[in-house]
């Protein structure tokens, strides 16, 4: 079998405006959203670090630089917390060793494709990863792995690119990227095709892409030719079906579950669900709840 190159960069594009959640997002990026006590770029960072990812790429825009200082030590904090005896292990996963992240700027919105592309240079000849934070992925309650863990421990086995899938009703496929399959081997299913956001009746499956990609560094020749798409935008997902059928491409059907903090509810879903599920909290947020339901 061949050597694969491990994955170790990871591709975060975080420049977009946040607008439909403004105005908090008019000041704060919305990856620092938090969902409890911890922001969406937090949580994509530890899912990568579980997956022995030490590179992290963020592809900002103006008035993004909170997301850097978010990883950075915060002396002043530090400090004080320190002189008032406050403990201070709760800092521990946003401590970044230097040279661990790295960021370029995306200077025009013109979409997730070229988001990626601007982070070329970085990647370089080494297949990479990318992650989109508003969609939180996490393992069910009670236990697991990470998504983008399973996604490595499956390039480990079958090499080339990989996207990660999740199974919804077929009823809400046309609000989504959707696989076209082929064989099935377990968790692993052969992409034959992408269609983005087909009609019901024509969709090829209800595996839709769920913001987690493992890709090889040709996808960054691809979209260096690659005119605008849907929307005048540079479109990853078009990019990826020009490699079907020249490299392995496969989905992972992720074991755990997505929600969409891209959306206010499912904002609101994902605070309620871990909320819940937290030994400090859950129980008082369970009988709020409750107590909320009954007015």
Known sequence: MNERKPIKKAVFPVAGLGTRFLPATKAIPKELLPIVDRPLIQYAVDEAREAGIEQMIFVTGRGKTAIVEHFDVAYELESTMGERGKDLSVLEPTRATPGDIITVRQQVPLGLGHAIWCARAIVGDEPFAI???DELMVPHAGGGTGCMKQMVEAYEQVGGNLISVLEVPHEEVSSYGVIDPGSEHGA?????????????????????VSGRYILQPEVMRTLERQGKGSGGEIQLTDAMAKMIGTQPFHAVTFEGRRFDCGSKLGFVEATLA??????????????????????
């Open 131 to 133: 992650f989109l934070p």
């Open 188 to 208: 692993l299913t052969e992409v034959k095709g992408l269609v983005e956001k087909p009609p019901v009746d024509q969709a090829p499956s209800n595996k839709i």
């Open 274 to 295: 871990l909320a819940l599920e937290r030994e400090d909290m859950g129980e008082e947020v369970r009988a709020m709840a409750e107590r909320l339901l009954k007015r």
